[in-house]
């Protein structure tokens, strides 16, 4: 387990590409494979998460090539995987998990999903609740809240959900089966979280209808295959946004960024904060809406984060937090009780390594009140084997006053290869 050390910044300045969004590339290789005919993927993120995804179904007799451009996916039709003759590694991903429980509940055959020790630890009963109220057959550990998860493959029929929380997980996880389903599934969601199965699903030609609150699927309708051009992951985006906002002089253009309005909360709250974003030459890539950002150091104030535009940045929290601790007052994070059940528990994690920067944090159930400093004090932080600890405080470290260590980076490998890289290209010293 590699540790980094990050020395402060004097500035960061530059343009960069990011990698391609997590959640599209996990789609692309499902979708793709259980539509008939070719899909191309180009932008593909080869993170270890969407490489988990893709030997998955590698391993269900889909034929994926990969020519370090392209990602071509021959499709199998709804009914064409074939039974997987050892355990599908999901690794740490949850998506991975959670969308393909969902998706072998309506197969003919029998699967068994497993992961790391994080995602193992991780809640499952959130799909499989729904599911098997669908008809699915789904054992696993703790009375089937926790993987392995054992999955008999058996006739679904439509339900009506409501869910009690904005999970794009549960939400796709519920649609994949719906698609396997007799009849109508709808789901409901407090809040609209990430809308990129439904866009998908509706181009693959999925019987697909939104509507406030939630989304209707209607069942047998067979995918067809097409192309698909992943844009920039706004998720590995926001640590050169937060880079950009905290660092004195700083000015960074991060080019072909997906700007889906469910996943731009971190935008609005670094706006909100007073941070100097703009949006340049906004366009639309197969679907989704995608823009260059440029963002120039400001000055940040505290605000109050809660309510719709909690699942919006779901996963920029951890930057957030970073942006929080230098910014002008106390943050206060509510309604965000979804943190604790991430790769790790990011309300502690954050809090834990803020503090041994020198940073005032109240924890509270569902959130965290974050008192900004002027600098930071340089310490030993934990990624606590979490990607987005890790990169939140390797950006945290370019604003300390010494060099800030942090443990166990390589779990940066899952959502962001090239991390460190790119952060050293961008740093002034
Ligand atoms: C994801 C949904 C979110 C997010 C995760 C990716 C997806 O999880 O945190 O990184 O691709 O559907 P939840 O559904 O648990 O909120």
Redo the contacts with the bound molecule.
Sequence with gaps: MQSYTVQPAKSVRGEIRVPGD??IS??SIMFGSIANGVTKVSGFLRGEDALATLEAFRAMGVQIDDDGETVTIVGKGLHGLEEPTDVLDCGNS??SM??LTGLLAGQSFFSVLSGDKYLRARPMKRVVGPLSKMGAHIGGRAGGEKAPLAIQGSKLKGIEYDSP????????AIMLAGLYAEGETVVREPHL??D??ERMLRAFGAHVETFPGGVKVRGGAELTGRDIVVPGDI?SAAFFMVAGSIVPGAELVIKGVGINPTRTGIIDILMGMGADLELLHERDETGEPVADIRVRYAPLKAMAISGEVV?RA??EFPAICVAAALAEGTTVVSGAE?LR??ETDRITAMADNLRRAGVTVVETPDGMEITGVSALKACAADSFGDHRIAMSMMVAGLVAQGETTISDVDCIATSFPGFRELLEGVVQR
């Design positions: 997590k959640s996990h789609r949850g998506t959670r969308l929380v904005s999970s794009a997980q549960v939400k796709s979280s990430r990129h199965s998720s699942p779901i996963d979804e059940v991430k």
